[in-house]
């Protein structure tokens, strides 16, 4: 099929390129601003293919400044939009551990021991202190809540409604059609496979769509981007090391929790020192909530749902949670190498935008507000070609999205921002003293510290827990887990003084029941694996299997002759898998392990 311009990914760099292109396409009379080379006499053909089952699944709760939102939308009332609120409050917690299981260092248990000393004289209040300001660069003020699924069916809603921008959910793109050196449309993902991507009953081979320009927002594990990435390479100097996977609730909070829409919490030093939590309160008595967890975490069996529950439980969100109710739950990859991991943005025919193009803000915290602003300026540079008549080169998109990219305060505080985090590669404290500096000095000062691929930086299982459990008793705990099917955090926590979850039932649930009924996973049959794990033997020989734990979905498991076991049935999408492998590919040792390829299905939920 031949259309003008095919769009990978419905998020919200698309979103705001959708937006800011539908409305110029056509001219107050009617008639097209320039005729589609597709189908002469119509506007340019413009299609979107979004692998979720529908608009706005599977993606999540956010706090943002929404500068490049409210530019789209002038007139943007929030409460046109489910769970949407302006910013209220803002305050940022340093968490104590209340259990005493806590991995800490020297240094915070020093500064632990002087908080409960002086607690009478700080803002101390259920275990954890409260900042007496929230830095500028964090403030998120005259920003909006927003439940991003829901946002972005909003958005669906709009650039549909203009009758000139075709959207369309529940169709993976498998790759780019590449061509001489140039990106010539996209592959959509086979149908009727089996597992292994063979043809099976009802067969249909995955459609050509060719274009003049293909639009590139598939996410920071989208594989598309990363085929791209993989054939032009990055450029020199940039790496894509730092990532983070963000698990996150959405909650009735109970009757007693007196939390007005609007308020944002954000909190760091517990359940570990490296996790940082946030919670987000929405109308009607709803609040976004959880934890990130970063790749420079070295524990070797890292999770996210056990520690989220921890955190949780901490006495100072505990007491506006407790009696409160899961609605759905759901997680993520994030990009860390923000502007430091930028790829190429335009080739001949194609171009990038949003988190996957390096637009995430590594100071402020800040993503969707910049991937809008990217797919807005895009739009802005293909009507500025559609209109002269000149093709989609490399040099023409320099020209038009690049330069305007380079101009614009994303490429401004991205740069500020570019080493912000840099000084997380050797502690925790670092990591928040070099943000410190950067943020107070505005980009001219921060600390160092070099990203490692995981291969190259996390540790066995025996030397992570040295001096805490032997050996031989690991070796004990791993048998016993790999016979059982599951993953080995769970009995290393344990084993190290972590307490039971108290399940309740409502708030407090299994894994597996947040699947059942928080996650509303589906995955319709007939596609192949997305997720499979190149060199087996490799596996065979890993000690961590990283992967296994780090699964947000429990999909991953204990598989025959060392090798894990995947079961799509499971899987949400978050990417977790592919950046935490701990063993390298057997040809390019930038890359893991892992190969994460299109696939369908996920989430069924418009709240995450």
Same mark, same amino acid.
């Given at each position: 099929?031949?259309?003008?311009? /095919?769009?990978?990914?419905?998020?919200?760099?698309?979103? +705001?390129?959708?937006?800011?292109?539908?409305?110029?396409?056509?001219?107050?009379?009617?008639?097209?601003?320039?005729?589609?080379?597709?189908?002469?006499?119509?506007?340019?053909?413009?299609?979107?293919?979004?692998?979720?089952?529908?608009? +706005?699944?599977?993606?999540?709760?956010?706090?943002?400044?929404?500068?490049?939102?409210?530019?789209?939308?002038?007139?943007?009332?929030?409460?046109?939009?489910?769970?949407?609120?302006?910013?209220?409050?803002?305050?940022?917690?340093?968490?104590?551990?209340?259990?005493?299981? @806590?991995?800490?260092?020297? @240094?915070?248990?020093?500064?632990?021991?002087?908080?409960?000393?002086?607690?009478?004289?700080?803002?101390?209040?259920?275990?954890?202190?409260?900042?007496?300001?929230?830095?500028?660069?964090?403030?998120?003020?005259?920003?909006?809540?927003?439940?991003?699924?829901?946002?972005?069916?909003?958005?669906? %809603?709009?650039?549909?409604?203009?009758?000139?921008?075709?959207?369309?959910?529940?169709?993976?793109?498998?790759?780019?059609?590449?061509?001489?050196?140039?990106?010539? +449309?996209?592959?959509?993902? =086979?149908?009727?496979?089996?597992?292994?991507?063979?043809?099976?009953?009802?067969?249909?081979?995955?459609?050509?769509?060719?274009?003049?320009?293909?639009?590139?927002?598939?996410?920071?594990?989208?594989?598309?981007?990363?085929?791209? =990435?993989?054939?032009?390479?990055?450029?020199?100097?940039?790496?894509?090391?730092?990532?983070?996977?963000?698990?996150?609730?959405?909650?009735?909070? #109970?009757?007693?929790?007196?939390?007005?829409?609007?308020?944002?919490?954000?909190?760091?030093?517990?359940?570990?020192?490296?996790?940082?939590?946030?919670?987000?309160?929405?109308?009607?008595?709803?609040?976004?909530?959880?934890?990130?967890?970063?790749?420079?975490?070295?524990?070797?069996?890292?999770?996210?749902?056990?520690?989220?529950?921890?955190?949780?439980?901490?006495?100072?969100?505990?007491?506006?949670?407790?009696?409160?109710?899961?609605? @759905?739950?759901?997680?993520?990859?994030?990009?860390?190498?923000?502007?430091?991991?930028?790829?190429?943005?335009?080739?001949?025919?194609?171009?990038?935008?949003?988190? +996957?193009?390096?637009?995430?803000?590594?100071?402020?915290?800040?993503?969707?507000?910049?991937?809008?602003?990217?797919?807005?300026?895009?739009?802005?540079?293909?009507?500025?070609?559609?209109?002269?008549?000149?093709?989609?080169?490399?040099?023409?998109?320099?020209?038009?999205?690049?330069?305007?990219?380079?101009?614009?305060?994303?490429?401004?505080?991205?740069?500020?921002?570019?080493?912000?985090?840099?000084?997380?590669?050797?502690?925790? /404290?670092?990591?928040?003293?070099?943000?410190?500096?950067?943020?107070?000095?505005?980009?001219?000062?921060?600390?160092?510290?070099?990203?490692?691929?995981?291969?190259?930086?996390?540790?066995?299982?025996?030397?992570?827990?040295?001096?805490?459990?032997?050996?031989?008793?690991?070796?004990?705990?791993?048998?016993?887990?790999?016979?059982?099917?599951?993953?080995?955090?769970?009995?290393?926590? =344990?084993?190290?003084?972590?307490?039971?979850?108290?399940?309740?039932?409502?708030?407090?649930?299994?894994?597996?029941?947040?699947?059942?009924?928080?996650?509303?996973?589906?995955?319709? %049959?007939?596609?192949?694996?997305?997720?499979?794990?190149?060199?087996?033997?490799?596996?065979?020989?890993?000690?961590?299997?990283?992967?296994?734990?780090?699964?947000?979905?429990?999909?991953?498991? #204990?598989?025959?002759?060392?090798?894990?076991?995947?079961?799509?049935?499971?899987?949400?999408?978050?990417?977790?898998?592919?950046?935490?492998?701990?063993?390298?590919?057997?040809?390019?040792?930038?890359?893991?392990?892992?190969?994460?390829?299109?696939?369908?299905?996920?989430?069924?939920?418009?709240?995450?």
């Amino acid at each position: 099929m031949n259309v003008d311009i /095919v769009c990978v990914g419905f998020g919200p760099a698309m979103g +705001g390129f959708l937006t800011t292109l539908s409305r110029q396409l056509v001219k107050e009379d009617g008639t097209p601003l320039v005729e589609s080379a597709a189908t002469p006499g119509l506007p340019p053909q413009v299609i979107c293919y979004e692998r979720a089952d529908d608009i +706005g699944f599977g993606v999540s709760g956010v706090v943002t400044p929404a500068r490049s939102i409210k530019t789209s939308f002038p007139q943007l009332d929030p409460a046109q939009i489910p769970l949407a609120a302006p910013v209220k409050h803002e305050k940022i917690a340093y968490l104590l551990d209340p259990v005493g299981a @806590s991995r800490r260092s020297a @240094s915070l248990r020093i500064a632990d021991a002087l908080i409960r000393a002086g607690r009478w004289a700080l803002p101390y209040e259920h275990n954890a202190l409260n900042l007496p300001w929230v830095p500028p660069f964090l403030r998120k003020h005259d920003g909006l809540v927003l439940s991003l699924g829901q946002f972005m069916q909003w958005v669906g %809603a709009q650039v549909m409604g203009s009758g000139t921008v075709q959207v369309w959910p529940s169709m993976p793109v498998a790759s780019p059609l590449f061509e001489d050196g140039k990106v010539a +449309g996209v592959r959509l993902a =086979d149908q009727g496979t089996d597992r292994k991507g063979q043809p099976a009953d009802g067969f249909m081979a995955g459609m050509d769509i060719r274009a003049a320009l293909t639009v590139i927002g598939d996410g920071p594990v989208g594989p598309v981007g990363r085929q791209l =990435d993989e054939k032009f390479g990055l450029p020199a100097g940039h790496h894509q090391h730092d990532w983070a996977v963000g698990m996150k609730f959405v909650v009735d909070l #109970p009757p007693h929790a007196d939390l007005e829409p609007g308020t944002v919490f954000h909190t760091f030093g517990y359940p570990e020192p490296e996790i940082f939590g946030f919670m987000y309160v929405h109308p009607g008595r709803i609040a976004s909530l959880g934890i990130f967890v970063p790749s420079w975490f070295d524990n070797p069996v890292r999770t996210a749902y056990r520690y989220l529950q921890h955190w949780m439980l901490h006495p100072y969100l505990w007491r506006h949670l407790k009696g409160g109710t899961l609605r @759905s739950w759901g997680a993520k990859s994030l990009q860390e190498s923000g502007r430091g991991g930028e790829p190429h943005l335009a080739g001949d025919g194609y171009v990038r935008i949003g988190e +996957g193009s390096g637009s995430t803000n590594l100071l402020t915290g800040s993503g969707i507000d910049e991937a809008w602003a990217t797919g807005s300026l895009l739009a802005e540079g293909v009507i500025e070609l559609l209109q002269a008549g000149q093709p989609f080169t490399r040099e023409n998109l320099e020209q038009a999205y690049v330069r305007r990219r380079r101009e614009s305060w994303v490429e401004k505080e991205g740069r500020i921002a570019e080493k912000a985090r840099d000084g997380f590669q050797r502690g925790v /404290v670092t990591g928040l003293l070099g943000m410190g500096l950067t943020g107070l000095s505005g980009g001219r000062l921060h600390l160092p510290g070099k990203p490692l691929p995981p291969h190259r930086r996390v540790p066995s299982v025996e030397a992570y827990y040295r001096g805490r459990i032997p050996p031989d008793e690991i070796a004990r705990l791993r048998a016993e887990c790999t016979a059982k099917g599951t993953g080995l955090h769970s009995a290393l926590m =344990d084993r190290v003084g972590w307490p039971t979850i108290p399940f309740d039932g409502k708030l407090l649930v299994s894994h597996q029941d947040a699947l059942l009924t928080g996650g509303k996973v589906q995955a319709p %049959a007939g596609y192949a694996d997305h997720v499979v794990f190149i060199d087996e033997g490799a596996c065979a020989r890993c000690g961590t299997k990283i992967c296994i734990d780090a699964c947000s979905g429990q999909a991953i498991t #204990p598989g025959p002759n060392g090798v894990p076991a995947f079961d799509r049935e499971k899987c949400i999408h978050c990417g977790a898998c592919l950046w935490n492998c701990s063993q390298p590919h057997p040809t390019d040792p930038g890359r893991t392990n892992v190969e994460f390829r299109a696939g369908a299905g996920g989430l069924h939920s418009a709240e995450n």
